[in-house]
């Protein structure tokens, strides 16, 4: 296998938390050797003058919804594959709420032999809690594990039913599996197309307090206490839900949490103009949960950040703001869109790396994440200043759906690699 030398580029260290100078050499689909000089003197290595970019372990991003089965009209392994290349994604952590759930082992053989197939990056598949991600009944956890599942969550499916929940994290207990939740009171939250708020109510919106969501993860830990269950809170956006976060910490508890881009850069005044393309799952918050989320982010009390590519068509969008589909694309765009973050100096890079890759790949036991001698060749070359204006309709999704489409933004891949071979290369 031919070994590439990145030369000249700025090494991004989310263990270390620094960025220097070097250049990295790739073999054998691993990071061989480490080089604190940009031009080192290799034979027998193909060349890539980064010219000055930034080198950073590539994105693990959990959360991902691909439309198959059922829905490929909307996105397929290809597609997203293809998207997650162009925005330096390595590993997509794939959502079970498909049109048929994942539910069983032979849906989950399936959609990873159509991965292995067509997409370009890793894909790991995660499954349902319980079947039909109804909340009635949990899955065969022990064989979904066995055909590969990483994590088990019904995703926005909140589990109503508290003995089944318990009965499903007590048996993930017993097997080391990671439990997966969506923390939101049901109650509040059904219906709820924005945030409550005076924005919204004078928009006539239907809200959700941002309460629920306390109220939500408040139930998930005194389960997590009971069980002993290792969880992650999928997208933590309200400065209420912090301090909760916080003490399942302290006290030790197997938890971790993540949020969405989405929830980082944008807030409920986005949807001004009743955009659907802004209707996100949970709706986005107002600017003091933002900036309460990103603090949290800093200092590592939230742990990774998800895309949540959640692909809708324009028919299921192009409806009134109340009964338009949540979600949005963001595989291509995350990387771009977090540097917002980095270029306002809210974040600096090795922080968001630790979000992005590091802490991802820590909570699904990957060797992967790291910018270190030995560690998978899973790469994102990109040049975090360029500045460029997002037209939709180029990206590589299927579906379209962003909320970002005319923004300018700053920052491009240059180059993605996967176990050492490039992905993707920019024009």
Avoid: W
């Avoid at 986005?270 to 659907?276: I, K, M």
């Amino acid at each position: 296998m031919t070994a590439t030398l990145i030369t000249h580029a700025r090494l991004i260290d989310p263990e270390a938390g620094t960025v220097r100078p070097g250049a990295a050499l790739l073999q054998g689909g691993r990071i061989a050797t480490l080089f604190d000089t940009p031009f080192p003197e290799v034979s027998d290595a193909a060349r890539l003058d980064a010219n000055n970019a930034f080198l950073a372990p590539g994105i693990i991003d959990i959360g991902v919804k691909v439309g198959e089965p059922g829905e490929r009209h909307k996105e397929s392994y290809k597609t997203a594959g293809l998207a997650a290349a162009a925005g330096g994604v390595t590993t997509m952590v794939t959502r079970p709420d498909t049109a048929q759930p994942i539910d069983t082992p032979e849906v989950l053989e399936f959609i990873k032999d159509r991965a292995r197939d067509d997409a370009p990056v890793n894909v790991l598949p995660m499954a349902a809690l319980t079947k039909g991600r109804a909340g009635r009944e949990m899955t065969e956890i022990g064989f979904l594990l066995d055909a590969g599942a990483v994590a088990f969550t019904d995703c926005d499916h909140v589990c109503t039913d508290t003995k089944v929940l318990i009965r499903a994290m007590t048996y993930a207990r017993s097997l080391g599996a990671l439990v997966m939740c969506h923390p939101q009171e049901p109650g509040l939250s059904h219906g709820a197309a924005a945030t409550s708020g005076k924005f919204a109510t004078l928009r006539g919106l239907p809200t959700v307090p941002p309460m629920a969501e306390r109220m939500g993860l408040d139930r998930d830990f005194a389960l997590v206490e009971m069980t002993g269950v290792r969880y992650h809170a999928d997208q933590l956006t309200t400065a209420r839900a912090l301090p909760a976060l916080e003490r399942a910490k302290h006290n030790g508890l197997d938890v971790t949490a993540g949020t969405s881009m989405h929830h980082l850069t944008l807030n409920d005044m986005d949807v001004a103009d009743y955009r659907t393309f802004f209707k996100v799952k949970p709706p986005l918050r107002s600017e003091d949960d933002r900036q309460a989320t990103v603090a949290a982010l800093r200092n590592g009390l939230i742990d990774i950040i998800g895309s949540f590519h959640t692909p809708q068509d324009e028919e299921s969008k192009r409806l009134p703001f109340e009964e338009a589909a949540s979600g949005a694309v963001g595989l291509e765009t995350m990387l771009p869109v977090l540097l917002r973050l980095y270029h306002s100096g809210e974040l600096d890079l090795p922080t968001l790396f630790r979000a992005l890759s590091l802490n991802p790949a820590k909570r699904l036991g990957l060797d992967a994440g790291r910018m270190s001698q030995g560690a998978p060749a899973d790469l994102v070359l990109f040049d975090a200043d360029k500045p460029f204006v997002l037209d939709r309709f180029k990206l590589h999704s299927k579906s379209k759906n962003t909320p970002f489409d005319s923004a300018r933004l700053q920052g491009k891949v240059i180059a993605t690699f996967v176990a050492g071979t490039p992905v993707y290369r920019s024009a």
